[in-house]
């Protein structure tokens, strides 16, 4: 085996090289699973938001009038791959603002770091963030001391912070990525959960099992979580409830209807009154969208947003910007590696009935 470096930057766009990345050492990388797809350089629709730093998992609001994106910090550690994904190895969050979309980037500097976090020991994975009370609150999940992911909050004046982080993760909280969405009512719902690395597969009833194994193929998929948040934005006001992904016959999925069936990466938004999750399928590398007519849903399956990117994660928000709908996501654009990512936007299109236009990351 040998390794190929490359920086996908330097093929210009009209590139029509096949490059494949399995020759690359780190091509068999993957978070939780061996399989990785072949890199492909064709021409991107869209580019890096930034290239001095490695961002994923973008959660984007927009807070006085500017965008802000709270992405996950990809950095090179060097803790090896497994597939619990431990070299998705990150230390600190920055956020990411721009005035439109097109416009210039600005990098936030440090925004919260591990070393601040009482709690938490390590892999600061997707976060996202809400205001309320006159505050920005940071939601974010790490593995705790005793190694099971739990998310956190911290708080700032700021929405690019510095952030201050509880002392405590939020009470019954579990496994990974946190979505906070507040629905017209003023009321805030986080969405969470994440399968094989996330643990998600290792609580049932809210318990956790440590013991507890991935789904097979014939056994019905592991849904994904919900609960209301209090009014002061730091705990669950109810207890941790399961979604309802259903398909359009109103079945639950099956773990072997991998390319519906919810992985990580919740989203939640709302349009014309229906509520459109949005998650990602993990090994299969969609983004796919299920929508209800109440924010605990259930959800029916409707289609896919995004096709798969370059790299084995897909991860996604879903903004209105100034009346356009923009889908924030990541690739492997810059590094060609999994585990170090980039984050990109790109406009989404909705149909009349209001089912959504499905994407592709190349042209
Ligand atoms: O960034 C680490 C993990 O990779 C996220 O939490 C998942 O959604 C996936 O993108």
């Not at 990785?36 to 890096?48: C, I, L, R």
């Not at 789904?215 to 948040?229: S, V, W, Y």
Request: proline fraction near 5%; aromatic fraction near 14%.
């Amino acid at each position: 085996m040998y390794t190929i470096k490359f920086r996908l930057t330097l093929l210009t766009l009209n590139c029509v090289t096949i490059i494949s990345c399995n020759n690359n050492s780190d091509a068999k990388e993957s978070r939780n699973d061996t399989t990785v797809k072949a890199t492909q350089a064709k021409e991107y629709f869209s580019q890096p938001l930034v290239s001095d730093i490695y961002t994923a998992d973008p959660s984007a609001h927009v807070f006085n009038g500017k965008i802000y994106i709270y992405p996950s910090h990809d950095t090179a550690t060097g803790v090896p791959q497994d597939e619990q994904g431990s070299h998705f190895d990150m230390m600190d969050y920055h956020i990411l603002s721009m005035d439109a979309v097109g416009d210039k980037v600005t990098d936030n500097g440090i925004a919260l770091h591990i070393k601040d976090i009482p709690w938490a020991a390590k892999q600061l994975w997707a976060p996202d963030a809400a205001f309320a009370n006159n505050k920005y609150y940071l939601y974010f999940p790490a593995k705790n001391k005793q190694g099971f992911f739990q998310v956190g909050v911290a708080t700032s004046d700021k929405p690019e912070g510095p952030f201050v982080a509880e002392k405590e993760p939020i009470k019954g909280s579990y496994s990974i990525d946190p979505c906070v969405f507040k629905d017209d009512d003023g009321k805030f719902y986080m969405y969470f959960g994440g399968i094989r690395g996330g643990q998600l597969q290792r609580w049932n009833n809210n318990k956790y099992d440590s013991t507890a194994k991935n789904r097979k193929p014939e056994e019905p998929a592991i849904q994904p979580r919900m609960a209301k948040l209090t009014a002061d934005m730091k705990e669950f006001a109810e207890p941790v409830k399961e979604i309802q992904l259903l398909d359009k016959n109103g079945k639950p999925f099956m773990e072997k209807d991998n390319d519906k069936r919810f992985f990580e990466a919740s989203w939640m938004f709302k349009k014309d009154s229906k509520y459109y999750f949005t998650y990602s399928t993990g090994d299969t590398h969609f983004i796919c969208y299920a929508t209800g007519s109440s924010p605990y849903g259930p959800f029916t399956y409707q289609g896919v947003i995004l096709n798969p990117v370059d790299g084995w994660t897909n991860h996604q928000s879903i903004v209105e910007i100034g009346g356009k709908w923009y889908l924030f996501y990541h690739d492997v654009q810059l590094s060609g590696k999994t585990h170090l990512r980039n984050v990109k936007v790109t406009e989404m299109k909705f149909n009349s009935d209001g089912s959504i236009q499905t994407l592709n990351s190349f042209k």
